[in-house]
């Protein structure tokens, strides 16, 4: 007998659908390398597809031809996806239908406060909004996570539990300023692809506990989760364009694939390297293995080793 949580976890005898979904703050980097490589292993390994979706749904955050960096990027380094691009930018009419969908189970309220007056809150209860009735004049909307789920199952870093007071009561769906918040347009967008399972990197990890809730909430089962270790650098700050991770030099596409394998934990033959892009990737779906994905947060500063 499966619990509602396994259920909600397991999609079963599906094609496999992977993806790989960047946000065009920045350009690839060795950290969503990781990622997209990672990701479309496990796809191809198990004969699935692999769809890239360009996550632009926050232009504040957005960089000038980051989305056209990444996808050139991605190409010269043979990570060639399946059917075409989807960008969020153009899909607010179904994160609107899916929020509609939360607002008919009396699943959201309109919340004015401030971001200093929500870090003041007790994280386990909603704010004050919740019961008011506020009006949605320049609201945030947000769901009431009131009954949260604090566990689930990971295919690389197993059961995953939320640390005590972790799992707030509340989440955003939809922001003051008019835009989707992260959480309600992922899980739109992972449902709407039929995706079957969701490899990304382990700084999603407390993400995971949200959308679990809303998979729930539109009483959709979740995909599966493999959550990657994180790649940090020197100062053991997570790799990420926020401090300025190196961009990929495209021109070192064999580099860097090799790198990013071992980083993985497939251990490449040192004739690999000299090999064409094309045949590496051949020998890593080949070689691909789950069971050797390191669990822990690893370092890269040029070199790659395990803490
Ligand atoms: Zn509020």
Not at 253 to 276: E, I, Q, T, Y
Request: with cysteine; proline share 5%.
């Amino acid at each position: 007998m499966t619990t509602p949580q396994q259920s909600l976890t397991s999609i079963p005898n599906q094609p496999y659908i992977g993806r790989f979904a960047p946000s065009p703050s920045g350009e690839l980097h060795f950290g969503s390398l990781i990622t997209a490589l990672g990701s479309y292993l496990q796809a191809k390994k198990n004969n699935g597809q692999w769809l890239l979706r360009i996550e632009d749904i926050d232009p504040p955050r957005e960089v000038a031809g980051a989305s056209q960096g990444i996808i050139e990027s991605l190409e010269r380094h043979q990570l060639l996806w399946d059917n075409k691009i989807v960008y969020q930018s153009q899909r607010s009419h179904m994160y609107e239908g899916r929020l509609a969908e939360l607002l008919q189970q009396n699943l959201t309220y309109n919340c004015h406060c401030t971001r200093a007056e929500l870090a003041m809150l007790d994280c386990k209860i909603c704010c004050p909004c919740a019961d008011q009735g506020k009006s949605p004049e320049g609201a945030a909307i947000r769901f009431k996570n009131t009954q949260a789920i604090t566990t689930f199952y990971d295919a690389v870093q197993q059961q995953v539990v939320a640390d005590n007071n972790a799992v707030e009561a509340q989440f955003c769906l939809k922001r003051k300023d008019g835009l989707y918040a992260y959480q309600l347009a992922v899980v739109s967008d992972d449902i709407d692809q039929g995706i079957t399972e969701v490899v990304r990197g382990a700084d999603l990890l407390q993400a995971t506990f949200y959308q679990l809730a809303l998979y729930r909430a539109f009483a959709v089962p979740a995909p599966r989760f493999v959550h990657l270790p994180l790649v940090i650098n020197a100062e053991g700050k997570k790799l990420s364009k926020q401090n300025h991770a190196q961009v990929l030099d495209p021109n070192r596409a064999n580099h860097n694939l090799v790198d990013a394998m071992k980083f993985l934990g497939l251990s490449p033959p040192a004739s690999l390297c000299k090999a064409k892009v094309e045949t590496m990737l051949n020998w890593a779906i080949e070689s691909w293995d789950l069971a050797h994905v390191p669990k822990v947060i690893a370092c890269h500063d040029n070199r790659i080793a395990e803490l």
